[in-house]
């Protein structure tokens, strides 16, 4: 069964899923602009494969620029796609533009 990627549509909903997390959360912010949307998409795709082979290891949120300003700011996210890591709500390690799956594999491995 896959792992569910929880997609927050305001800031307290966001900030909800982060204090529900029972560990680590991958936050990735993506925006609505044409350039963005495309890469975001292609995210979505390796997050969902990633998160459902990674078990518990971490919670994916997908997090909309737009819809979530707040959680933008608070990790100072400028361009979408952008790959945040979370552990007890303070960012740890930040990457912005699109990764493939090698690439996203080693961002998590890294730091998990």
Do not use: N
């Amino acid at each position: 069964m896959a792992r569910r990627v929880h997609q927050p549509l305001e800031d307290q909903e966001f900030d909800f899923i982060l204090a529900m997390a029972p560990g680590p959360v991958l936050a990735y912010f993506c925006g609505s602009w044409p350039k963005a949307l495309e890469a975001c998409r292609a995210m979505d795709a390796v997050v969902a494969e990633l998160a459902e082979e990674y078990g518990t290891r971490f919670t994916a949120v997908r997090t909309d620029m737009t819809r979530c300003p707040g959680p933008t700011r608070r990790y100072a996210v400028t361009g979408a796609p952008t790959a945040v890591l979370l552990m007890d709500g303070e960012a740890v390690a930040s990457q912005e533009g699109p990764m493939t799956r090698e690439e996203f594999r080693e961002f998590l491995d890294a730091r998990l």
